[in-house]
T-cell receptor
Framework: DGGITQSPKYLFRKEGQNVTLSCEQN?????MYWYRQDPGQGLRLIYY???????QKGDIAEGYSVSREKKESFPLTVTSAQKNPTAFYLC????????????????FGDGTRLSIL | AQSVTQPDIHITVSEGASLELRCNYS??????LFWYVQSPGQGLQLLLK??????LVQGIKGFEAEFKRSQSSFNLRKPSVHWSDAAEYFC????????????FGTGTRLTVIP
């Protein structure tokens, strides 16, 4: 079955350390997204990508970086510049690009919970 | 800019009772509308979506939602709640032009009591 795989499920970061969250999809979707979820704040968009080698900042991109070298993969790096990284991170993908994207639902992975040591 | 408001942070209902979760959106035209459900520690699962046409849409797990343009609302309903429906529910809006991502509400947590 096609889907989105996020790993690891739990991740711990030390002070000054960068950590990378993996997101892989085999749905042949063009667009991929990273969201951060904090209690009572819903989902906030970090970065998104509509095509390989291109990505756009979302609402809370500071302290994060991404790459999109392959269509299937959209890893998120939480850098040491992100001072409050403890959260639940969700990766999503959607079929279609441009104006055709709006009517396509996003499909989500099961998330990675990041905590500070 | 698009925005979504879910005014109820937490709702408690008895098993077998009916349910309505509220969602109001702000957008200059008719948006694409979605409801997602999230179980603890899990990702989001799509319940239903509205693009156009019939304003009452049916989804999975016995849920339905009604789009009311005059009220800018897209409320989620279920006639009889099951204990397994306990979860967090998110309403989301997507633009028909320009933007390529979804905007989510802050969620409503549903508790089901026996």
């Amino acid at each position: 079955d096609g889907g989105i795989t996020q790993s690891p499920k739990y991740l711990f970061r030390k002070e000054g350390q960068n950590v990378t969250l993996s997101c892989e999809q085999n749905l042949n979707h063009d667009a991929m997204y990273w969201y951060r979820q904090d209690p009572g704040q819903g989902l906030r968009l970090i970065y998104y990508s509509q095509i390989v080698n291109d990505f756009q900042k979302g609402d809370i991109a500071e302290g994060y970086s991404v790459s999109r070298e392959k269509k299937e993969s959209f890893p998120l790096t939480v850098t040491s510049a992100q001072k409050n990284p403890t959260a639940f991170y969700l990766c999503a993908s959607r079929k279609g690009t441009g104006l055709a994207q709006g009517n396509q639902p996003q499909h989500f992975g099961d998330g990675t919970r990041l905590s500070i040591l | 800019a698009q925005s979504v408001t879910q005014p109820d942070i937490h709702i408690t209902v008895s098993e077998g009772a009916s349910l309505e979760l509220r969602c109001n959106y702000s957008y200059g035209a008719t948006p694409y509308l979605f409801w997602y459900v999230q179980s603890p520690g899990q990702g989001l699962q799509l319940l239903l979506k509205y693009f156009s046409g019939d304003t009452l849409v049916q989804g999975i797990k016995g849920f339905e939602a009604e789009f009311k343009r005059s009220q800018s609302s897209f409320n989620l309903r279920k006639p009889s709640v099951h204990w397994s429906d306990a979860a967090e529910y998110f309403c989301a809006v997507g633009a028909r032009v320009g933007a390529n991502n979804l905007f989510f509400g802050t969620g409503t947590r549903l508790t089901v009591i026996p």
